[in-house]
């Protein structure tokens, strides 16, 4: 037997779950509480992982604990290791019964309104039991999401490279920004544009800072223009209300306006945006492989990238 299999049978997935909680809780009392068990009993898993080991886990104070430097490193991996025992039984449950399960969907802001949504109704209709969990957020709350396995799989622009080394991507759909407006207003009845003739109307765009507000202001440099008057400075949700109303301008991804919840609310002008072309990707941990159902809503999401490419 090698010292690695002696250790093995030496640590318990009970006193990694504990390790786990303390480290959450920030102190022993806390995580007894949690785990509905004794402060003693919490300590003497800590004893037990730790003499295993052969250092130290954690740093007691009057303050609390914190995670010691093989402290972190355990809780880490302890993540993925409950992560991929949560998804063996979700595996089991839907293959026992396909017409169940719940996914957890990260989502940028703009693809969760539109093609997340669109996709799951599909899906929905089909499989009436299933259940979603949807994040929608900025691109980095998403990002941050998969890595921590909060979520089982992303759909976002690619605006900017992920990381390579943890994360695959497939690219569904190539999605450029157009220029929206209501579709009520006079300029939706306009069959000849230019960015130049919208420099003077009151538009509502992303923070420039925001990764679609550096796609947006690229956009207006590339035709030689500035920032125009910017009457509000919002998320998609706030300027996608704003333009209902027919009095604003704004650019959004064209996934928007195809798969707009209530049809005819918005309408995209004839103004090509070259430069503001991305990708709509499906993006998932690499060396974790999706799950049934996971792999279920990904061929949907081809399906229905492939229409709206069509």
Known sequence: MTDIERLERRISLHDLRVLMSVVQAGSMGKAAKRLATSQPAVSRS??????????????????????????????????????????????????????????????????????????????????????????????????????????DLLLAHMVEPIDASTMRAETLLRDPHVVAVGSRTPWARRRRLSLVDLMDEPWVLPPPDAPYGKVVYEAFRANGLGVPRTVVTSTLPVRAALLATGGYISMVPRVVVQLQSKPEVLKSLPIDLPTTDRPIALIALKNRPLSPMAEVFAALARETATTLGQ
Do not use: H
């Open 46 to 151: 800590m004893s037990d992982l730790e003499a295993a080991l052969g250092v130290a886990l954690l740093e007691r104070s009057s303050k609390g604990v914190e995670p010691t430097s093989y402290g972190r490193a355990l809780v880490k991996r302890g993540l993925v290791v409950f992560d991929e025992l949560a998804q063996g039984v979700k595996d089991i449950q839907f293959l026992s019964d396909p017409t169940t399960g719940q996914l957890r969907i990260g989502a940028s802001i703009a693809v969760a309104v539109s093609f997340v949504t669109s996709v799951i109704d599909r899906l929905s209709r089909r499989y009436p039991r299933m259940s979603f969990e949807v994040l929608a957020t900025d691109t980095t709350t998403a990002y941050r999401a998969l890595a921590d396995r909060e979520v």
